[in-house]
């Protein structure tokens, strides 16, 4: 994990749905493996769906936050506006070309295809971070 506070990738919080089908299970695959890799930081979904006070402020506080859904359905997406959460940045595997099954052998080009989709995503809706290290907000450094 990147040792730098500004970092634009350690303000990442990723959420995957890791609902009951490759599609879910894939969106959490993603987000296990970018964490490892330093790219942002894995975050509780169901701990926002429980309505848990400080995961929910967490949530609403992040510079950068990215949901992954796995299909149209959006469980994650219904949580989040549930729980009045901006939806800051939004993925659905489903529309990468990855089709929904009950198949839970997941594909290494799959994961992938998702992991820079996520890049790609937060890349193109990066916030301007760089104003709250001097600010001294607190979600920096400071």
Do not use: W
């Amino acid at each position: 994990m990147s040792q730098d506070c500004c970092a634009t990738d350690s303000n990442i919080m990723i959420l995957a749905c890791f609902g009951a089908s490759n599609v879910g299970q894939l969106s959490n695959q993603a987000a296990v493996e970018l964490t490892r890799e330093g790219y942002g930081k894995m975050f509780c979904l169901a701990g926002i769906g429980g309505h848990l006070s400080g995961f929910v402020q967490s949530a609403k506080d992040v510079p950068q936050l990215i949901l992954v859904d796995g299909c149209a359905i959006g469980c994650g997406k219904a949580i989040l506006e549930q729980a009045e959460i901006p939806l800051k940045d939004y993925l659905v595997i489903t529309e990468l070309g990855i089709e929904k099954s009950k198949d839970f052998n997941l594909k290494k080009e799959d994961i992938r295809k998702v992991k820079e989709a996520v890049k790609e995503n937060c890349r193109q809706a990066q916030p301007d971070i760089t104003g709250m290290a001097q600010t001294g907000s607190g979600r920096c450094c400071c």
